[in-house]
């Protein structure tokens, strides 16, 4: 509940503060300005490095070394990882946001989202089907102690780079990329968020998954699952009353920031994201909180979605007020069709029923 609610209020006080509207966080948004600012794409409005990114690691980093929970492990699934982290980064693109900025939408107003929020929970249901089927990545084994420190270090170079502005760093003098709250509120909202997702395991697609879970099998753990979904409705909610507050609030449709009438493909970006969330076992935003404790497959997602975010940005992928290019339409398309293949390669054969197995005595 406190997660989610930091999460809404922050989202909206960091629009009110100077950020975009309806994307006062937004993972994809934020990659996108983080690469541009380090010149891996040319958009010369989407240039920024965004200290929420940097405050959400280290603030993960920071709670799981002061409770014993920081651990390098690895299941050996780093650039499988990485693609599907690209993957995801194009679906956010089309759909023009993360699953945190869905909510941040949805909330202020935006009823454009829902689209967005259908194809989520079925991007997120197809996802629970491949792993009833027996689709799984492994577990984590511990490696090296140093590997937990590569994404926080990296992420402290980015804050050096933030603070001290070398002259090879570009930042936006216009566009989204020029729209930015104070450098130390945004760091401490993300530090905040960072830290108390550490410790709670928030994650929007996990919450989504929980209705399909939650079944007769599952009543003893409910309250697990009434938590995960509680908060993201407390999320929600802080959004809609922190907008109404702030002046943000805006119903409708039509003239929405960060929106367009490409519903279809926006329902496709989005169940690409849920469906990939799955297979990865965390949203961008529980990626980058996995990264953070030391997860250092979640480090290969973060790297792909940092690279998904430029190539959105040099490959003109990313939907735009008058619709979805046709090069972004073909992008999503390929990136399901990758995601559908993983599922399947990745899945254990389960044996026929009756069917003899090694060891066993009939």
Known sequence: LLTGLCLGAGGVLLSWLG???????CVSCF???TA?????HGDIR????????????????????????????SSGTFLLRFFVGLVLMVGCAV???????????LGAGDLTALVGLAGLVAGVFIGLKFVE???????????????ACLVPGFMVALLLLLVLEPAFVAFSEKGSGAQRAPLLASLAIGLLLGGLAQRTRFCVTAGIARVFLWGPRELPGCPASIRMLAGLGMALLSVLLVSLMTGQFQL?????????????????GMLAVGFGSILIRGCPFRQLVL???????AGGAVLGMLVGAALVQSWDLAGNAAGTPFTGQMAVLVGLVFLFAVGLLFRARMPAPGARTEGSDS
Do not use: H, T
Request: hydrophobic letters at 45%; aromatic letters at 8%.
């Open 46 to 73: 989407m240039q920024y490095i965004r200290p929420e990114l940097i405050g959400f690691v280290l603030g993960a980093f920071a709670l799981a070394l002061g409770n014993r929970e920081l651990r390098a492990v």
């Open 36 to 40: 541009g600012a380090l010149g891996l």
């Open 95 to 105: 759909f023009m946001g993360c699953p945190i900025k869905l909510l941040l939408r």
């Open 19 to 25: 950020n975009p509207a309806n994307s006062g966080i």
């Open 133 to 147: 089927g027996g689709f799984s990545l492994g577990r984590g084994a511990p490696v090296p102690a140093g590997n």
């Open 291 to 297: 990264a953070g404790s030391g997860d250092v497959d």
């Open 31 to 33: 990659l996108e300005n």
């Open 252 to 268: 409708g449709v039509v003239g929405q920031p960060s929106s367009n009438e490409s519903y279809g493909w926006a329902f496709l």
